[in-house]
């Protein structure tokens, strides 16, 4: 029974962590798409997900236009 109610906290946790970086990933295209965006060109912003300055590194490819993000502080990577 013990087993049953600590697999259920996790769960619980982990999905609250989901939640919490899907909506940084939104809060993340409402900040790109107010910035001037160039493929190829790396830029860095504050991260959405964790909140640390400067963080998150974003870069558009060239070849494909897939969005490639990433946190240097909470880890979290992106790739759209």
Do not use: W
Request: charged share 25%.
């Amino acid at each position: 029974m013990e087993r049953m109610a600590e697999a259920e906290k996790v769960t619980m946790a982990l999905d609250d962590r989901v939640i919490d970086v899907t909506k940084g990933i939104d809060k993340l295209h409402v900040i790109i798409d107010k910035q001037k965006n160039e493929p190829g060109k790396r830029q860095t912003i504050d991260c959405p997900i964790c909140g640390a300055k400067a963080a998150m590194t974003y870069v558009f490819s060239p070849y494909n236009g897939h969005l490639h993000a990433g946190c240097t502080v909470c880890r979290v990577s992106i790739m759209q």
